[in-house]
């Protein structure tokens, strides 16, 4: 494996964390939206605080990661990428801006109305953040940004592959949360809570295959290079998520929360990585390869080092923060109520 | 040249990337030295078993979950704003520039998580662990600054690769983060971030404390960050007169922006005031040969002036000269007000009484971020028209897309409805940390605290 090679694939890990934590954040979101009104749906709000709370913050910064190897390790790729992507990727900022801001608010709010307002903001935004990203990576993996200047601003995200990656991120950031909130309400004993999301889990889970299979299709008409190769050497990846998502439904209805948040995860790896497969060696698919749009050899090197000691003083940060939420030692005790 | 087709877009990618930046700055100088503030004073509390502590700092904490937030996602803005309006700069130097961004991304993800675990382990956490926990927010704080900054040093003073052909080549990552910019530059920062946010904290004690309430909570509330932004006010002044001297000989146009001086000159005067015309400034007061004794500490030293390059390589000076004359200005009268509280407590070992003082105090916050705004104009605007000093132009880096103007006027109605929202939501908070105590009387007040731990526990139990 060539060094940038090595970086992509560090880069591919952070997407995929993004992914798995930051998306179970944005599926909260997704949840608090369809709860019902402030009345009906006050439990279910109160416990996606509770989950996201503490840890939305260290789950953003995997997105941040990312961008900054990306410039880093391929600034060739990161000019085109963002300048032609622009239009999504402000909308997708914007939206996380909103998000982070009105969930703070929401927390240090107490009249109703107020609460009602940020919370709004706070679950719309969840939902449109994820769909823009999706957009920017459908433009990427259908080979709609060249490999120098900007392209169409229009046409490099809304397109087919767009949509499909916009709407597949909302489903699996979705099912992601239902899967995590179902087994963080069996953990505090809440069966109504916990049937309330097994049940949004199976829902999303059913939803995600069909919008999966809708997206084969897809694929196949607009993205020729990643369709030929997500059927070819990336299939294996690809029935691996199929095995993962089944087998959740099965454990969500077995009420075996632990295993199933374990294959609603693999789940998701396994498709990001389908992905990676179904593009490589492609940065952007048929314009830009690894090799083609990576930085100076000396960087990429002091980048891997960096990253190497930065993992070693955040994984047992984060090892810590994640027990004690687990734990539910991050709890505040007169915290507002919904 | 493409550049020319795009230039009227130009100005608002600048705008746009000025109100992210600028917005950003003044929260990121909270989450950095707020942390500090609020660990000090919940170390106190645990040291002297004083209530008032620990309620101050829970009180803190909750106004720095607020911030910490905004902050995270306001800074994300700025990663994605470097390739929506800076694509060809970011093409060509990100991977020269881009590894203290790295490194910083680690820092502020141990932040991150640190203050997850001290914002929400008040209740469940023994005392000594969670203050334990906020010590890495501080240090990560530092860090993160530190290296955003070696970034913003690379653009003043860049180093660490060759151009050969109007290629890059030769990059040594390293090098190019340990600028010689680095250090004066993020000295600066990190102590206008205390500054700030010392100002800023103290604020809703001051005005407390103007309004009539006396009790201890109000007076220790405003002590300490007031306090500790004074004590670092001359630290700032010392910082301030290195980094302007390093200026002086790294980036001798910025310089002679900052002073509106028109000709190369022996013995180079300084002017107040007035306003910069036809190579010279107008209506200031005249100070001989103290830019000279200033930048290079000898009274007949040779002051490079804006002459000496093209006028298309000159910034626009009134705008870089009133900035940094202004933030000049403000760090001066803050530091009369520090020696005001300094005079009044070894007179006294009390606050001044004087509401004059208290006024100026509240004044002290806004006049804070002015500075720290006035600072970064003073070395972006300084560094026009280069992206990359003498390297890239500005003009050379932005998009080629039409219509950036639209993301910019998308940004204005967001920040302006964000900073609604902060203020409103952070002065509810300071209004409620008020309330519990004055429904129990005075209980807290006076010089003798109640130390007994059921007091404490009820004191910090009943804190909103």
Wanted: glycine share 10%; aromatic share 10%.
């Amino acid at each position: 494996m060539s060094l940038a090679v090595a970086v992509a694939v560090v880069m591919f890990v952070g997407i995929t964390l993004y992914a798995l934590f930051a998306g179970a954040d944005f599926g909260g979101g997704f949840w608090d939206l369809f709860a019902g009104s402030a009345e009906r749906g006050a439990d279910a709000r109160a416990l996606i605080e509770h989950s996201v709370a503490p840890v939305w913050e260290a789950n953003h910064v995997w997105l941040i990661f990312v961008l900054v190897v990306l410039w880093t390790a391929f600034p060739r790729a990161f000019g085109p990428i963002m300048s032609t992507l622009a239009m999504p990727l402000t909308l997708a900022a914007i939206g996380i801006i909103l998000r982070g801001s009105a969930f703070a608010f929401r927390k240090a709010s107490i009249p109703v109305e107020t609460r009602r307002f940020f919370g709004a903001v706070f679950a719309l935004s969840s939902v449109l953040t994820p769909f823009f990203l999706g957009a920017v990576v459908g433009g990427v993996a259908s080979g709609r940004v060249p490999a120098t200047g900007t392209g169409s601003l229009l046409r490099s995200w809304v397109n087919p592959t767009s949509m499909l990656g916009g709407a597949m991120a909302v489903v699996v950031c979705a099912f992601l949360a239902a899967v995590y909130l179902s087994a963080d309400a069996a953990a505090r004993g809440r069966a109504d809570l916990t049937d309330y999301f097994a049940r949004r889990a199976i829902g999303a889970g059913v939803v995600a295959g069909v919008v999966a299979a809708v997206g084969v299709v897809v694929l196949h008409a607009d993205a020729r290079h990643l369709f030929h190769h997500l059927t070819g050497r990336a299939l294996p990846f690809l029935l691996l998520s199929v095995a993962g998502g089944l087998g959740t439904l099965a454990l969500v209805r077995a009420r075996q929360f632990g295993i199933a948040r374990l294959s609603a995860a693999l789940a998701v790896v396994a498709v990001l990585w389908g992905w990676a497969a179904g593009q490589y060696p492609y940065l952007i698919v048929g314009r830009l390869t690894i090799t083609a749009g990576q930085g100076a050899h000396a960087t990429l090197e002091a980048l891997l080092g960096a990253v190497v000691v930065g993992l070693l003083v955040v994984a047992p940060a984060l090892a810590w923060l994640l027990l004690l939420t687990r734990r539910g030692e991050l709890v505040e005790e007169n915290a507002h109520q919904n | 040249m493409l550049a020319a087709a795009s230039a009227p877009d130009l100005l608002y990618a600048r705008q746009q990337m000025a109100l992210s930046l600028g917005w950003h700055i003044v929260i990121a100088c909270t989450g950095m030295a707020f942390p500090v503030i609020a660990v000090f004073a919940e170390w106190r509390g645990q040291r002297t078993g004083d209530p008032v502590y620990t309620q101050l700092a829970r009180s803190w904490s909750k106004a720095l979950a607020v911030l910490f937030a905004i902050g995270a996602v306001s800074g994300t803005i700025l990663s994605f704003e470097f390739g929506i309006l800076w694509p060809r700069w970011m093409s060509t130097y990100g991977d020269v520039m881009g590894l203290p961004f790295a490194i910083e991304g680690f820092a502020f993800f141990t932040e991150a998580i640190f203050v997850g675990i001290y914002l929400y382990g008040w209740d469940r956490l023994p005392p000594r662990v969670h203050l334990w926990s906020g010590i890495p927010i501080g240090i990560a704080g530092l860090a993160s600054a530190f290296f955003v900054v070696a970034a913003n040093g690379f653009m003043n003073t860049p180093t660490g690769f060759k151009v050969v052909d109007g290629k890059i080549v030769s990059v040594h990552p390293w090098a190019a983060m340990f600028n010689t910019s680095l250090w004066p530059e993020a000295t600066h920062m990190i102590l206008a971030a205390f500054i700030v946010t010392g100002f800023l904290v103290a604020m809703p004690h001051a005005l407390a404390l103007l309004r009539g309430s006396r009790d201890r909570y109000r007076r220790i509330g405003f002590l300490i960050p007031f306090a500790i932004a004074c004590a670092v006010v001359p630290l700032q002044i010392v910082a301030g007169d290195w980094a302007a001297r390093h200026v002086a000989v790294h980036q001798p146009v910025k310089l002679a922006a900052m002073e509106g001086l028109g000709k190369t000159t022996r013995g180079a005067p300084i002017h107040i005031g007035g306003f910069y015309t036809d190579g010279h400034v107008r209506f200031g007061i005249e100070i001989p040969d103290a830019l000279s004794f200033l930048a290079f500490h000898h009274t007949n030293a040779v002051v490079q002036g804006l002459e000496s390059v093209p006028p298309a390589d000159r910034p626009p000076v009134n705008v870089v000269r009133f900035a940094f004359q202004t933030m000049v200005g403000i760090g001066t009268a803050m530091l009369g007000l520090g020696i005001w509280l300094m005079l009044a407590w070894r007179k006294r070992r009390d606050l001044p009484r004087s509401r004059w003082f208290y006024r100026l105090a509240l004044v002290a916050g806004p006049a804070a971020v002015v500075a720290l705004e006035c600072g970064w104009i003073t070395t972006e605007v300084g560094r026009q028209p280069w992206i990359v000093y003498n390297l890239m132009r500005t003009r050379d880096a932005v998009s080629t897309a039409s219509g950036l103007r639209y993301g910019y006027f998308l940004l204005i109605v967001v920040y302006t409805a964000l900073t609604v929202g902060a203020i409103t939501v952070l002065r509810r908070l300071s209004r409620e940390s008020g309330e519990p105590r004055a429904k129990r009387g005075g209980d807290l007040d006076g010089s003798h605290p109640a130390s007994s731990r059921t007091r404490a526990a009820s004191a910090t139990g009943e804190a909103p």
